[in-house]
């Protein structure tokens, strides 16, 4: 039924095309309006035959979008589980919509899941190490247990600069959902055009305050001699220049968690 409306309504409007034109010339403005009238009425008519609702015949005829129909090879999927994204038609203009996701006071929504969560379990946790031989007791299978008690869903990204191998990573971290590891990161020794887009790395790109209300990244850098913190300067100044407050730990004990 919609492929014989779809044919009926390009014969009428290539009918009506062809007279409006010779109208049009020969007769003038006035009659070329009535002709528009006489294709609308007649498009009634097909439409009440296939048993469709015409509508509005003009947007019919000539409107460029239609409620509720995106347009064929349009997304409007912005990939962000925390905004609700919806086409829309309006005055014979389509657009994306792209509305935040609503949270009490006090919640931001969980990039990972979409769902409202505490600020605080939210701030993400960054740990730049490339090496942790020096870990200590309780061991990082032990501390990570303790950590998950504190911060449910505390997101973590551990960032090694080195090969996979030189940290030792508990089986609890690997499995945990809220967790990234990413090895081979590169140091950027301050130089913009050798760092990596750590941003995206640790996924900080939406903790601004403003997408969120947690604008600040919980940052651990080991300074133990084989790792400084001037390797890694550049990541600190992007955060910087996208309003993220970047919380410190520095130390050389190389315990990361």
């Known amino acids: 039924m919609k492929n014989f409306k779809q044919i009926g309504f390009y014969v009428a409007l290539n009918i009506c095309a062809k007279r409006l034109a010779a109208i049009w010339i020969s007769a003038g403005v006035s009659i070329a309006i009535q002709l528009i009238g006489i294709a609308c009425s007649a498009w009634s008519i097909f439409a009440t035959f296939v048993k469709a609702s015409d509508g509005d015949c003009f947007k019919t005829l000539f409107n460029s979008c239609e409620t509720g129909k995106p347009p064929k090879g349009s997304d409007c999927n912005s990939f962000n589980p925390c905004t609700t994204d919806t086409y829309v038609c309006e005055n014979d203009i389509s657009y994306c919509s792209h509305t935040p996701v609503q949270c009490l006071f006090g919640t931001s929504c969980d990039q990972s899941d979409g769902s409202c969560k505490p600020d605080d379990g939210l701030v993400p946790c960054v740990a ?66 050798d760092a990596e887009d750590w941003m995206s790395l640790c996924g900080l790109q939406d903790y601004d305050g403003k997408t969120t209300s947690v604008g600040f990244v919980g940052l651990f850098l080991d300074d133990s001699g084989s790792l400084k913190k001037s390797e890694v300067i550049a990541f600190l100044a992007r955060t910087t220049e996208r309003n993220i407050q970047v919380k410190e730990v520095v130390n050389g004990n190389e315990n990361w968690i």
Do not use: C, H, K, M
């Open 128 to 193: 730049v190490i490339d090496e942790d031989d020096s870990f200590g007791s309780p061991n990082q299978y032990q501390l990570w247990e303790s950590f998950r008690q504190a911060y449910p869903v505390r997101p973590f990204r551990l960032l090694v600069p080195n090969p996979e191998g030189g940290v030792t990573i508990p089986s609890n971290f690997q499995e945990d959902p809220y967790t990234v590891v990413r090895f081979d990161v590169v140091r950027d020794y301050g130089r913009n055009y």
